[in-house]
């Protein structure tokens, strides 16, 4: 879902350069999802395949976490996310390299190269917004503010994925906060911001229960596989 | 709209502003894969060295051309003018005693 609301960016980025790193980092995160549901398919051993299972399921049936479908905003908060959420994804990629699931560990390898590469370039953003003008700061820390609320919800674990952590096939999302947090905190001390206190967390995401933005990214991004069932080009 | 820089950094690690709201400029240059001379792949614009770095190797270097990227502000670069092409580059053409085409190599001697 990441991969779709950062091709929105695609011939709006503010410079140039950014237009093209924004759009590389979606391509990406929907070859890391190809993979991961292409995988996902065959387990589920029902004759779904990626195209299936991302077209063709409902918003309840999505479980991304909630972060993931928010409208981009300005650039600041697309930034701030994409910090917050690859920070994330980096360690959780790290952490599936030695899953027990052959398959699995293979994307993970994979995906974690191209992780390191988007912290490390909205990290540098964070700070240089952060450590920039009145201006940048001020819609950075805006931004910060605004998705801390988000990130609760990528540590939750469910009953499923406890299951999966105990036969060493998954990674205990519980056990990703520590090493999130000291990232997410150098890299906030090092723009200046201040890193918002923890108050309420969303959460729903994994459950199905999404906000009101990701029927309507859906029906966008579903909508001609949906008119054209089994089309080919 | 006031723009209070509060970063830091000299004009070898930020570049100077090509123009006002202009992020400064880089010109790039990329090493193929194999190994052989870095080649001026382009420019990109970018705040400082760090960004100048990945803004290259988004913009040049994302399918595989580059296996080494270099960047260097833009003015750091001090080249000849199409003036100078008579006085630096003409002379050398019309005098063949400048060059060593007279001696013979001796065998087993290689030549570039």
Not at chain 2, 11 to 30: K, R
Not at chain 2, 73 to 81: F, G, K, M
């Amino acid at each position: 879902m990441l991969g779709h609301r950062l091709s929105e960016w695609c011939g709006h980025g503010p410079i140039l350069e950014e237009d093209i790193a924004l759009t590389n980092i979606a391509l990406d995160l929907v070859g890391e999802a190809n993979l991961v549901l292409q995988r996902a398919g065959r387990v589920e051993g029902k004759g779904r395949d990626q195209d299936a299972l991302a077209f063709l399921r409902t918003d309840r049936e999505y479980r991304n976490a909630m972060m993931v479908e928010l409208p981009n905003g300005d650039f600041g908060y697309t930034i701030v996310r994409q910090f917050l959420f690859s920070a994330y994804a980096m360690h959780q990629w790290e952490a599936l390299s030695s899953s027990k699931d052959a398959d699995l560990a293979g994307i993970a390898a994979k995906a974690l190269k191209e992780s390191r590469y988007h912290v490390r370039h909205s990290a540098e953003w964070v700070v240089r917004l952060g450590d920039g003008t009145d201006e940048s700061h001020g819609r950075a820390q805006d931004a910060l503010d605004d998705l801390w609320r988000y990130t609760g919800e990528l540590f939750i674990t469910d009953e499923v994925e406890q299951s999966l952590v105990t036969q060493k096939l998954a990674v205990d999302p519980a056990s990703l906060m520590a090493p999130w947090r000291r990232d997410v905190a150098d890299v906030v001390a090092r723009a200046t911001l201040r890193l918002p206190p923890d108050g309420y967390m969303q959460r729903g995401g994994r459950a199905g229960l999404h906000t009101e933005h990701l029927g309507i990214m859906l029906a966008e991004m579903q909508v001609v596989s949906r008119a054209f069932p089994g089309a080919r080009w | 709209m006031t723009k209070k820089a509060r970063g830091s950094g000299d004009a070898a690690t930020t570049g100077a502003p090509a123009a006002a709201g202009q992020l400064a400029l880089w010109e790039v240059f990329t090493q193929p894969p194999g190994g052989g001379p870095h080649a001026h792949a382009g420019s990109v614009h970018a705040p400082d060295k760090e960004m100048a770095l990945q803004a290259a190797r988004d913009v040049y270097a994302r399918r595989g051309e580059a296996v080494s990227i270099w960047v260097v502000p833009s003015e750091q670069i001090t080249a000849s003018t199409p003036e100078d092409m008579g006085p630096f580059f003409d002379p050398g053409n019309d005098k063949a005693y400048r060059h060593p085409q007279f001696y013979k190599v001796p065998r087993g001697v290689k030549v570039f």
